[in-house]
């Protein structure tokens, strides 16, 4: 009798069975604790716990307070860098916003007036021109203009300002870094895990070290935006510097280069296209934190919208998001029309000063005529109040309208959601017995990445638990993964439609962009409106906000596939469907695995933004720590929110190496 073969492989059935085994736990944690006299197998007692946050608190009060250099403290030195920061930045709020005045109070004389918004305006076009087409100028140039009609000019102006300061520095910063980390491997080795905190804590977890190093204001903003933004700079430069070809390298020891002019004058030079990618990240970044930035004395659109969420003004919060992500745009545009625009041809012939420099002194021709004209019409200098247009009271009539007519179907599906999927799930991860949870996270980096993966699971698991933060973690994990879930559920079916449909692609790479673009806090508002605080509507923000990923990279996992194979599976018989079940979704895998890492680390850093709205999780410590000052526990939680990242990230990475491999498209050692 020929023997039966199972449908599953061993290591799925034992997979299987400790899911078992915690559904099973989940349940019965709470009377086996009591049965054999173990609180400690749901909740790790309060002695057994590091006081490592109070210890960080104290910590910052030594460095704060007491902390010296001989002749100066080190509260000094970071005023003094503060001062540093701050001349850049009212230089560029000057010309943008304020102007520059002379004394203070009413004895103040304004000596020169800010630019006119027209002259931006022409500035920002002829931008566009020189660095692309007529088409790029009018775009920026339109998306400017949109500014100063929907009345948003002088916010947008402040947070420019910042903007102008910060990429600078990110980007100089970022390269001096990313060129040591080429340099020396073993910089590179100490660098790497600060990146990897740097992008992962959540950002309001060093607001309040920054604040009490750097006092309230922009410029403590502006270095928030720094820590922030660098990070993508500096992996980019080492990455763009190690692509450069062995011939360009070998060229320069050819010639004779030293170190620095082999630097300076071929790896940089060579590398420039890479760089400018590097470039463009900063700026989105940057962009990306002017709402948290607000918080601490940024001010600009995304004060605006910090405000509104306050209020609830749901039309002055969206029409201030939007001009984020206008701004956003033509900046974005811009920076990558400078990424790939040709280098200069040189004539055969010396240029005078005025055919070398037309832009230039076209622009310094229009600020100084506008300016001009502005003191006998007004309007010229600064965008009339009566021509300015207002969106506000149609989105406020939309979503009243929404409430009134729609609001038994939403609260149906509120306390649906709530009912069958969010309510049991936390109550399931809140079950679990903590050291078979740190059993499983364990056994599953060994499986994919044996013991330095299965090391890092326990260690950075067991931060969690001995700081106390182990049901907030869990809160944090169960509307982490439910988000992320039904961002999954709806993003790769989407994602799958944008790649095998031309047109609807298009719609949707369009409505993705936009998504993305828009600042995370304008999705709390119109949420909060219609479902009001809680969960759910944490839920509902978070899946909004990290959807792109999940539709970005499964749409590209699916048009990377080799037509070859497409092509077989068809000569082979396949229909559409089996072409899509057996051969694309399998060979895609790996990217869409991909994308719902991404889709993590989004969602995870949006949880610390959905504090906001009542929810009760690891965002909610960063949160109120921030609100009181309190240093070690923001640190403490925030740090914890990366840990959570990081295995998450370790863990999904670690199977894609292994799809790949299973599927061939890599050597089997490859990861």
Known sequence: MKARTLPLSPLAVTWLGLAAATAVLAQTSGELAKALDARWLTKLPRELRLPLKDEI????????????????????????????????????????????????????????????????????????????????????????????????????????????????????????????????????????????????????????????????????????????????????????????PSEVREFGVMVGCTSRQMTWRIMVPSAMPGLMVGVNQVIMLSLNMVIIASMIGAGGLGYDVLTSLRRLDIGGGLEAGVAIVVLAIALDRLSQAFVKRPPPEHGEGPLSFVMRHPYALTALGVILVTGLLGLVWPFLQSYPAAAQFTTGPFWENLVRSINVNFFDQLEAVKTFMLLNLLIPVKRFLLGVPWPWFILLVTLAGWQLGRWKLALLCLLLSAFILVNGLWEDAMVTLYLCGVSVLIAAAIGIPVGVLAAQNARAGRVIGGVIDTLQTLPSFVYLIPVVMLFRVGDFSAMIAVVLYALAPAVRYTAHGIRSIDPQLIEAGTVSGCTRWQLLWRIKLPLALPEIMLGVNQTIMLALSMLVITALVGTRDLGQEVYVALTKADTGRGIVAGVSVAFIAIIADRLIAAGAARARARLGLVAQGAH
């Open 57 to 244: 608190s104290a910590f910052m009060k030594w460095l704060v307070e007491e902390a010296n250099f001989g002749l100066f403290t080190f509260t000094d030195l970071t005023r003094g860098i503060a001062w540093l920061l701050a001349q850049p930045y009212e230089l560029a709020k000057g010309l943008l916003v304020g102007g520059f005045v002379q004394g203070l109070g009413d004895e103040a004389v304004q000596l020169l007036p800010p630019l006119s918004w027209a002259a931006v305006i022409f500035v920002v076009a002829a931008l566009g021109h020189y660095a692309k087409s007529l088409r790029l100028a009018v775009f920026v140039g339109l998306c400017f203009l949109y500014l100063a009609l929907f009345g948003q000019w002088q916010s947008a102006m402040v947070t420019l300002a910042s903007i102008l300061i910060a990429v600078p520095l990110g980007v100089a910063g970022g390269l001096l870094l990313g060129i040591a980390g080429y340099r020396w491997p073993w910089f590179d080795r100490l660098l790497t895990p600060v990146l990897d905190l740097m992008q992962t804590v959540p950002v309001f977890a060093y607001l309040v070290p920054i604040l009490f190093l750097f006092g309230f204001g922009p410029v403590s903003a502006l270095v928030a935006t720094l820590v922030y933004a660098m990070p993508p700079m500096v992996r980019i430069t080492t990455l763009a510097l190690r692509g450069v």
